[in-house]
Nanobody, 122 residues
Framework: QVQVVESGGGLVQAGGSLRLSCAASASGSIFTIVTMGWYRQAPGKQRKLVASISTSGDTNYADSVKGRFTISRDNAKNTAFLQMNTLKPEDTAVYYC??????????????WGQGTQVTVSS
């Protein structure tokens, strides 16, 4: 069973910064992470992609966060980070980490963390 755990959310004033972390692990299972990504969901809205990063380091960002957010990962530790700068009230949402991986049986799977709340006050 794969576990995905996020951390680093909180309350910050507009213009401030936060850094989110995501760690993937599995007991008794060997897997290779293909892509790690961050999504967010504001109240009453759909969950949307914020940023993603491949094993080779290719990144993809939502237009609304380009130039302010940076995604990175540590492949050896199966972790990903989202550095969020110049935060705006509209960045307020629950942020979810997504892990797309393949296991030793060549089965692909999509796993989500429980989410971490980010609140930006004006």
């Amino acid at each position: 069973q794969v576990q995905v755990v996020e951390s680093g959310g909180g309350l910050v004033q507009a213009g401030g910064s936060l850094r989110l972390s995501c760690a993937a692990s599995a007991s008794g299972s060997i897997f290779t992470i293909v892509t790690m990504g961050w999504y967010r969901q504001a109240p009453g809205k759909q969950r949307k992609l914020v940023a993603s990063i491949s094993t080779s380091g290719d990144t993809n960002y939502a237009d609304s966060v380009k130039g302010r957010f940076t995604i990175s990962r540590d492949n050896a530790k199966n972790t990903a980070f989202l550095q969020m700068n110049t935060l705006k009230p509209e960045d307020t949402a629950v942020y979810y980490c997504n892990v797309y991986l393949v296991n030793s049986g060549l089965q692909f799977g999509d796993y989500w963390g429980q989410g971490t709340q980010v609140t930006v006050s004006s």
